[in-house]
């Protein structure tokens, strides 16, 4: 039941008018760099396989199956599934295996599964692609629109750039790339964690570690970009030719807030269904539901996929940064609880 004032928005006016003024300023920010603004469809037809971001099933009056229960046809007929994405990254690099050249996109993205002070389901993501930019040419760009959009503030701001196993021996004296997984099993008890109960692995240990502990230390005075990822972690990225243990990956932190995730991005075909298949086979150990591969994005790069580095940035976390909100409530209208 409505408690009667939940039609009401949950950022006020000025907060309104300064979200659009900080579109403005990105927009204005790549065109002057002479980057294409484009516009993909927030309905796709796979999602992504990731076992960390959970996507939301889309149905339609006329799609034939009605029963949750028969989840591929109904009468012989094949079911259509589609998805809300979570990222508009698979459509924006069929784009760029099109030949778009350099393109970004602000776009609303829905990932399930997540609420709280920094969390919502549907929120707003800023993605670019940059054609021949290396991972610290992108960190130099992203640096420089975040500084645009947070304004005379990030003057107090430094600016770092440390390796993810800096940051695990800086703030947790534990080496990421090295230690046993009995260390990380430790140290995760320390923290109140349990994680051998759930038949934890590796890199879900580094991950709770990363979010429970080594994440929110980061940037409490900077801007601070961490990369070199352990090579588990690549994801789309491509590993580091001078080192096969880390991927060519980065995360941006300030003030304990994750920001931005960027890649140099993995142009092989074969190299990128083999990590999906992965994935797949843990979202299965998991109890996660799997889904079918998104061919389309494959065919792409075995089309060619240019060499570029790309990154994903939260807008709704950099605007409360701008505007030191405390929730990312106060700077987007209608939380999912009011849509």
Known sequence: MNSGNDWRPTASRAMLERRAAAFAQVRAFFAERGVLEVDTPVIVNAPVSDVHIHSAEVRFPDDPVTSPEDSSTAAG?????????????????????AGSGDIYQICHVARGLERGRYHNAEFTLIEWYRLGFTLEALMDEVEALVRAVIG?????????????QQAFLREAGIDPLACPDEELVRAARELGFEPHSTG??????????????IGPRLGQQALTFVHRYPASQAALARLDPNDARCALRFELYCKGIELANGFHE??????????FEADLAERARRG?????????????????????????????????????????????PFPTERA
């Not at 993995?266 to 990590?275: D, N």
């Not at 996929?305 to 940035?313: F, H, I, K, Q």
């Open 77 to 97: 007929v094949p079911r259509a599934r589609f998805f809300l994405h979570t990222s508009p990254e698979f459509a924006m690099k069929r784009l760029l295996a």
């Open 288 to 332: 996660l539901p799997t889904y079918s591969l998104d061919e389309r994005l494959l065919a792409a790069l075995e089309s060619g996929l240019p060499e570029c580095s790309g990154v994903a940035l939260g807008f709704d976390r950099l605007l409360m940064l701008a505007a030191d909100a405390q929730h990312i409530d106060d700077v987007i």
């Open 152 to 164: 005379p503030a990030a003057r107090a701001l430094a600016s770092e750039r440390i390796t993810y």
């Open 200 to 213: 934890a692995a590796r890199d879900e240990l580094l991950e709770l570690l990363m979010g429970a502990k």
């Open 266 to 275: 993995l142009a092989s075909a074969q190299e990128q269904r083999t990590r």
